[in-house]
């Protein structure tokens, strides 16, 4: 397949790349920096790097969108495709309709890894579960038959559905890297080691990534031992931030299971 | 070295048979349930199971209780000891202080392997920290000697640091877990898979913990991505328990990073 790489963050550098060893070939990589596009052409077989969005003369059988969410309209609107290119971006978050002002009558649909990518470290695509949507069936099974090239694990998610795994994403990722910092805070303030607790919570996570999560609840919370918890908001009367998420789980927990 | 096992619970369990392993000997296996010291008597080699509490015609350099926190003032005040017997508890919770109230004037501390132990399931004590206080040196070291047979890494924590410690578990463990539960929950309702989130769970702990956590902080609060959050509370509004988690934990990030 002929591929026009729109962005040359770690998303599109990790597809680009991924794809190109599956046989595609990656024709063009624009980047707002010319820079960072060069970077990535580099590392692909002949691909031109740009800063221009008019893509009409290119030929490209898809456009895959892999940059910022807030980038993804405005880019939508000043580009221009060759009449027969699907678009697609990567986004969890950015509805299918953001393709609704493009200029061209081109199909668009979503080409989305759930994962979080990192510069310089391997991502094995293998493991990575791809959520598609399309704006019609063709184009829902170009993309499946793509995302089939890396990985056996795809998902027909439309938008409301990909919403709805954002804000799961967000609780059960970005909150317990929270609680993780809270608690690494906690230890420092007392001159312990954050090192100390993680075969701990390596443990812990694999419990409740291979049960359900809802019946490996330990805890005092989930005894109801308050004394116990008394004891610890009297520890983490002067860290009101901590004492507050103290708090607030404590409840929620409670609420749940009491 | 001749052990006194005071409990027959997870603990109690997998401590006695990996102590076993290294070549002391356990001659006495107490539980309140005679039937639960029986079972694990049969693990070891030629131990008594009892569930008396006067041991002190038993010949013992230790007695190591693995019990619930609870029990363990209890037992301790009934309990009859030899007189060079020095006695620790196995607890995160408890402090030293609980011993007292012993009937004799023996030596004790606390032995803690900081780990959560299920039953049938295999424990790799080299992977486990334990934590060791002594009322004396003597102790301390006795304990140490002990502890290092079974890992490499352990540490003098007193009473104080043990508790935050406890602190520092809870919210980094517990309320970990409750997340993974509320996110499940939020999923199921929408007959989505948990699954499709667990390669981002994983990935995400993965770097929080081979770096600092505070630094590997994402997602919209961190950001200060108003319509994002305002986007999820809205979703969350059928859902009272995930929305008050999702603004306290969404505060707390945001007071930290803006």
């Known amino acids: 397949m002929n591929i026009l790489m729109i962005g040359a963050g770690n998303v599109a550098w990790h597809l680009a790349t991924a794809l190109e060893q599956k046989g ?9 920096h010319l820079d960072n596009a060069q970077l990535l052409a580099q590392q692909l077989n002949n691909a031109l790097a740009t800063n221009h969005t008019n893509f009409s003369e290119v030929g490209a059988d898809l456009a895959i969108v892999a940059v910022k969410d807030d980038a993804i309209a405005p880019l939508v609107a000043q580009m221009q495709l060759p009449p027969q290119t699907i678009i697609a971006h990567t986004s969890g978050n950015t509805p299918l309709q953001v393709f609704e002002h493009l200029n061209g009558n081109n199909d668009f649909g979503v080409f989305y ?114 004394k116990v918890i008394q004891d610890h908001l009297q520890y983490l009367k002067n860290n009101p931030s901590a004492n507050a998420l103290y708090t607030s789980l404590t409840d929620s927990i409670l609420q749940w299971y009491t």
Not at 24 to 32: A, D, G, L, T
Not at 196 to 209: G, S, V
């Open 113 to 226: 890894p759930l994962q979080t990518f990192s510069k310089n470290s391997p991502v094995d695509f293998t493991a990575i579960p791809f959520c598609i949507e399309g704006i019609n069936a063709n184009t829902e099974t170009i993309l499946f038959d793509l995302a089939s090239q890396l990985s056996p694990n795809i998902h027909s998610i439309n938008s409301f559905e990909r919403k709805v795994l954002h804000v799961a994403a967000v609780i059960a990722c970005n909150f317990t890297n929270h609680l993780f910092a809270q608690s690494a805070h906690i230890l420092q303030r007392e001159d312990i080691s954050f090192d100390l607790l993680k075969p701990l919570i390596q443990e812990t996570i694999q419990k409740a990534l291979n049960n359900d999560p809802r019946e490996t609840q330990t805890g005092p919370a989930v005894r109801n031992d308050t």
């Open 24 to 32: 595609n070939h990656i024709s063009v990589v624009y980047s707002r």
